[in-house]
């Protein structure tokens, strides 16, 4: 167990819908980061919030966006799906500070777009 | 960021050691060397981080050469359930504007009976 949960574990979406996926962070953390891991494939970089605030984005177009609550849990939308977005989604929770690339992963949310 | 590159796939059998090479030939000097396990449809989760020579827990020992262009994941005594994606990462979250982790395609680890 690593603290981080997110919900929900599993979720089919018809293209062109909008979806939206939580995570909650570790207690302490102030840094949630979120990434797409396609089928056979490494987990790929979305964006990254520390305090609230985007600290650093992937190759991946504005609709996907996010939000960090001051509680720093956090949430993931990707608007006008495709197809190509099925995916486990994954994220991270860390303590940012320099050199430290420890992060704590949740199990993922499996988004099936049909 | 280091780019880093490891065997796509490797067998053991039940008890024996396996070592898993990663080279990073680009690594910077702030960046520090970390091993992630990742089972089916779960999350990556944490096994070992260094910065030089050898660093050892309860689950792994990581080896690391003076140059630090390279870096060995080692488990000890391997059973079934350490049959999974094993995926070695240089970085430093701090540095940079992207703070991510990058993921290469892993190490599927295939432990026999």
């Known amino acids: 167990e690593t603290g981080v949960t997110q919900s929900p574990t599993h979720l089919i979406k018809t293209r062109g819908q909008q979806v939206t996926l939580r995570c909650s962070s570790q207690?302490?953390?102030?840094?949630v980061s979120w990434y797409q891991q396609a089928l056979g494939q490494g987990p790929q970089f979305i964006f990254q919030y520390y305090r609230e605030e985007e600290n650093g984005r992937g190759n991946f177009p504005p609709r996907f966006s996010g939000l960090q609550f001051p509680n720093y849990s956090s949430e993931l939308n990707v608007n006008a799906l495709e197809l190509d977005d099925s995916a486990l989604y994954l994220c991270a929770s860390s303590l940012l500070s320099r050199g430290d690339t420890e992060a704590f992963f949740g199990q993922g949310t499996r988004l099936t777009v049909v | 960021l280091a780019k880093t590159t490891q065997p796509i796939s490797m067998d053991s059998y039940e008890g024996q050691e396996v070592n898993i090479t990663c080279s990073h030939n680009n690594i910077a000097t702030n960046d520090y060397i970390t091993w992630y396990q990742q089972f089916p449809s779960q999350g990556p989760r944490f096994i070992i981080q260094?910065?030089?020579t050898k660093v050892t827990n309860e689950v792994a020992s990581l080896f690391i050469p003076a140059d630090r262009k390279s870096s060995t994941l080692s488990l000890p005594r391997v059973s079934l359930s350490d049959t999974a994606v094993y995926y070695c990462l240089v970085g430093d979250q701090f540095r940079g504007s992207q703070g991510n982790l990058i993921f290469g395609k892993g190490t599927k680890l295939s432990v026999k009976p």
């Open positions: 260094g910065y030089k």
């Open positions: 207690s302490g953390h102030n840094t």
